[in-house]
């Protein structure tokens, strides 16, 4: 497919690799956040390196494993002939309701008003491991 198709190729798996290690870090940020005492030098901290993470690194990941991956899959002619693309799109899509979750916890945490305990967050946690999972089963093996 040409010098062309790698470099976007390559532009998708920084991007995703990029998002997918904000996606399991910032959940471990609000494990030890949620114990931590509002107010306190802490908790401060935490919300500074979270807001960072998501804005400065989870969401231009993001909005790069969707670009370059829409133009992998138009370039190389992906859409119309793989029924697996589109089930990996469907895990992706999920994926990415789960980011806008993940922010909209931060923004709770951000307000002193966060409702869960470390727990929740460390549960909360493994959803994107079984996700990722089934994308790369999807992408490595092309079952249909």
């Known amino acids: 497919m040409g010098l062309g198709y790698d470099w976007i190729k390559i532009g998708h798996l920084f991007s995703v690799i990029a998002w997918m290690a904000g996606i399991f870090y910032l959940p471990r940020l609000f494990v030890y956040h949620a114990d931590a005492e509002t107010g ?20 231009p990941a993001m909005y790069g494993t969707w670009g370059f991956g829409l133009w992998l899959g138009v370039k190389g002619v992906w859409f119309s002939t793989s029924s697996w693309l589109w089930l990996k799109l469907l895990f992706v899509l999920g994926l990415t309701v789960y980011h806008y979750q993940l922010d909209a916890w931060r923004k709770a945490f951000e307000r002193d008003a966060n409702q869960h305990a470390s727990r929740f ?20 093996l092309k079952p249909f």
């Not at 967050?121 to 992408?139: C, D, G, H």
Request: no cysteine; aromatic share 8%.
């Open 40 to 59: 306190s030098v802490q908790s401060e901290t935490f919300k500074v390196m979270e807001r960072r993470l998501l804005k400065g690194i989870m969401r």
């Open 121 to 140: 967050f460390r549960m909360m946690n493994e959803l994107p491991t079984v996700i990722l999972f089934a994308i790369l089963v999807l992408v490595v």
